[in-house]
């Protein structure tokens, strides 16, 4: 079984969020395999597991034993048991492909995390921009009213000054509203000083968080330049054995052994990327473990 290599794609807007996605080489060639079955039922056990692989032979057992189970339940019979002394070998070898995947993975994974870390001071940045602009509003709202009342006491003014008989009672009211007004005018020039300190700050923190992404694009762009797509054996049934060079996880796995044990039964590629059958790992649900109809139909013809 072959696998495409995925690859990394890192686009970007000024403050928008950049988007990680993997994308397959679709284009591929599947040469034309033909697999002569084994006697059934096939007597296998587990022999060699390179220690870089990280599993020990009860994990793969309980592994190749779902992958058996599911051509079992379409067969109706069977078709795989378990052997500590059987010939048939199913063996881990680890070699370029398996460490290439692990730096894959690793590599990944440290994307993510920046990614991530970018996420979530984006989220803050937004949460303060927000913010700001609640107060942008309200500092507006409290400049109109302010103005208003000036204009009022300004009118109110004139119209004492215009009157002969204006009192003194009317006189201090007026310097009481000035005062009033004049200690509103100050305190909304403090806070329009200290928003516009708050918005200088965001400005800034936004150059940092674009740049933070100029540099996220630049790692993306290294990832895609050292992990290109390609096209590589995952897993290899000779007739005798199974060998397995490559996965990235428990499923991936199990939908290697359950391909290979496949020819094990004789059964060839498929035209279904989605099948188990299908010569490339590409368009398989690794968490719906189960046949499709191309598998089916290939099984049916065995019969």
């Given at each position: 079984m072959r696998k495409q290599g995925l690859a990394v794609i890192v686009a970007c807007l000024c403050i928008g969020l950049p988007n990680l996605s993997?994308?397959?080489?679709?284009?591929?060639t599947a040469g034309s395999h033909t697999h002569e079955s084994m006697q059934m039922p096939l007597h296998y056990r587990i022999a060699d597991i390179d220690p870089r692989f990280n599993l020990d032979s009860q994990q793969v057992l309980e592994l190749t034993q779902q992958a058996a189970k599911i051509w079992e339940q379409e067969t109706g019979?069977?078709?795989?048991?378990?052997?500590?002394?059987?010939?048939?070998?199913?063996n881990f070898v680890y070699d370029e492909r398996q460490q290439h995947s692990k730096n894959r993975v690793e590599n990944l994974d440290q994307l993510n995390q920046q990614q991530q870390q970018w996420e979530n001071q984006r989220l803050q940045l937004q949460q303060v921009k927000d913010e700001i602009?609640?107060?942008?509003?309200?500092?507006?709202?409290?400049?109109?009213?302010?103005?208003?009342?000036?204009?009022?006491?300004?009118?109110?003014?004139?119209?004492?000054?215009q009157?002969?008989?204006s009192s003194k009672q009317m006189a201090d009211q007026l310097a009481q509203r000035q005062q009033e007004l004049q200690l509103q005018s100050n305190s909304l020039k403090q806070e329009i000083a200290q928003h516009k300190q708050k918005t200088q700050q965001l400005n800034q923190a936004i150059q940092s968080l674009n740049q933070n992404n100029k540099q996220?694009?630049?790692?993306?762009?290294?990832?895609?330049?050292?992990?290109?797509p390609r096209l590589?054996?995952?897993?290899?049934?000779?007739?005798?054995?199974?060998?397995?060079?490559e996965f990235t996880s428990k499923e991936d796995l199990r939908l290697t052994l359950a391909h290979e044990l496949g020819h094990a039964l004789g059964l060839e590629h498929t035209d279904d990327p989605t099948s188990i059958m299908y010569p490339v790992?590409?368009?398989?649900?690794l968490q719906k473990f189960e046949l499709t109809k191309a598998d089916q139909e290939l099984v049916r013809a065995m019969n």
């Open positions: 993997y994308a397959q080489n679709a284009s591929h019979q069977k078709n795989f048991i378990y052997d500590p002394q059987a010939e048939f070998t199913i602009q609640k107060m942008t509003a309200l500092i507006a709202s409290k400049k109109t009213q302010l103005t208003s009342q000036f204009q009022q006491y300004n009118a109110d003014v004139q119209r004492f000054n009157l002969r008989s996220l694009v630049l790692s993306a762009n290294q990832f895609n330049k050292n992990f290109q590589f054996h995952k897993g290899h049934f000779n007739g005798k054995q199974i060998y397995i060079y790992i590409q368009k398989q649900n």
